[in-house]
């Protein structure tokens, strides 16, 4: 737990425009957010492996890997932008509306699994009463391993933003979004693979796979850093918002509904 950190105030001139307001973007950002986060989950019931051309001590090298390695990193994104422009407390509350979404969607595939499958329809398609119930106990597993995953790496990667925005002035945008996605790659990488593969996948399989997991979010979101930077600038020229969360609680579980209101020590 994180107590509120008293930091000296920043000039006049970077607390203008600090987040007193809903604007449509926030509510973009919020729903894109959420959704990369239900398309993740219900990829990362699927392990996949690729054999590439190499071999190691005589063996063909195979990287094997969750599916939602192709759509988690671009949560991150969006998260990134909703710190960097709105601060840390609007980002909590995303952060914690998407992990509600991801609990009411599971709860209703459960629902689905209790009713009676259509005997023509299961034989056509082969998608049976059992095959439901496996499919769904894939499912809810990563989706233990998934919210586990998200609430370190997207905690960590917010807070890491907010206090390295105070700590910098504002400068370097770019660097903070680097540095903060990469210990959120980390983090999340490291719980989701122990979560989700202790009792699958032997631990040398582990290694290789959070490894490429890892470095595979980095690349992802480096490579899409010009506009994770540029959205950012754009949204805080159009909206006219550039929060700074000075003496901000970085407690993930001190929620609050209300905009933070500006006052003499910006608390």
Known sequence: MTATVCTPPLPAALTARQATRMTPAVIVLAIAFVSFLLISNALGARVCEVTLPWSVRGEPLRLTFSAALISFPFAYLFASVLTEVYGYRISRIVIWSGLAANLVMIGF??????LPTEGAWAEQTGF????????????????????????????????TLARMKVAMRGRLAGLRIMLGSA??????????????????????????????????KCAMQWLVLPLTVGLARGLKRVDGIDHYDVGTSLNPFRFRASLPQPSADLR
């Open 109 to 114: 595939l459960w629902l689905m699994t209790l």
């Open 128 to 159: 049976t009463d059992e095959v439901q119930r496996h499919w769904y106990e894939a499912i809810a597993h990563m989706f233990l391993a998934s919210v586990s995953a998200c609430f370190v790496g997207e905690f960590a990667n917010a807070a």
């Open 183 to 216: 210990l959120a790659a980390l983090l999340d990488t490291v719980v989701f693979v122990v979560v989700a593969f202790a009792y699958v996948l032997d631990l040398d399989a582990m290694a290789r796979m959070a490894g490429l997991e890892f470095v595979f």
